[in-house]
């Protein structure tokens, strides 16, 4: 619900997607499903109720021939842009795209994105005025998951901003060294690679140069702490998983074929 007194917003979800990956090479093709990789996401995107279209920015004619198949909107960018976000913001300069108020960026290998974690992000930049961007965060219950650099975790103020992500075990408990989660006075978070941005934030953003704690963590989102950037981080119940590897592209199959 959009809090009263604000103006009206728009937003549109834009999936960056190209055949490269380093870890498991054309991903978002791979169709043992019957439908691809990105087509699969395309269409959880769809259902989400917030936006007002979905569109595919493409780094390469494959994919977009791909999203041709299947019958979504798609636009080429640059093949040289080197991160998904940059895709996003070609876009946003672009005269078609100047309606819009709200940016989603939503990954091409999220086949199981949940249409209302799209509406959840969409509707917490709403209901934050002063924010420029949101995310998404999920309570971690498991004390491997918390110590596991693969998880990116986030820390927030009472107002429910980012402070910091991290790699590390964060918050970290001084008095209480080894001890888990469970001795801290709420769950830790483990952060949702979903972001939401206010078109000026997001050309902003593109603008930056990678900075120090971006580069030491490996963290994008860093760049927009660094800069000043305000960011909402709006909590779901649980994470879905993105495709990374052979491994969990297989689990995802035998997920698509028992449901």
């Not at 990954?107 to 917490?124: K, M, S, V, Y």
């Not at 999920?138 to 991290?166: H, M, Q």
């Not at 953003?205 to 702490?225: C, D, G, M, W, Y």
Request: net charge neutral.
């Amino acid at each position: 619900m959009v809090v009263l007194g604000t103006p009206p917003t728009s937003s549109v979800v834009i999936i960056p997607a190209r055949t490269a990956s380093r870890r498991l090479p054309r991903k978002l093709l791979l169709r043992k499903t019957g439908k691809s990789v990105l087509e699969h996401t395309y269409q959880a995107a769809l259902s989400a109720r917030r936006p007002l279209g979905v569109y595919v920015a493409a780094g390469d004619e494959e994919i977009v021939r791909e999203v041709h198949r299947f019958g979504g909107q798609v636009e080429m960018t640059d093949p040289a842009l080197p991160s998904g976000t940059d895709r996003v913001a070609e876009l946003a300069r672009r005269s078609a795209f100047r309606h819009f108020d709200i940016f989603v960026n939503v990954q091409g290998d999220e086949p199981e994105i949940a249409p209302t974690a799209i509406d959840t992000l969409i509707e917490c930049l709403q209901n934050n005025p002063t924010a420029t961007m949101a995310t998404l965060a999920t309570p971690i219950r498991d004390e491997n998951r918390w110590r596991d650099p693969a998880c990116v975790k986030v820390v927030c103020d009472t107002a429910g901003r980012a402070l910091y992500f991290s790699r590390a075990a964060i918050p970290h408990i001084r008095d209480a060294e080894g001890s888990g989660p469970e001795n801290l006075p709420q769950p830790p978070l483990a952060h949702i690679g979903l972001y939401a941005y206010r078109r000026e934030a997001l050309l902003r953003f593109a603008t930056l140069p990678p900075s120090p704690l971006e580069q030491i963590e490996r963290l994008e989102q860093l760049r927009a702490l660094e800069a000043g950037l305000s960011i909402a981080v709006a909590l779901v119940d649980e994470a879905t998983c993105g495709i990374d590897t052979e491994a969990d592209y297989e689990r995802f199959v035998a997920r698509h074929k028992s449901a």
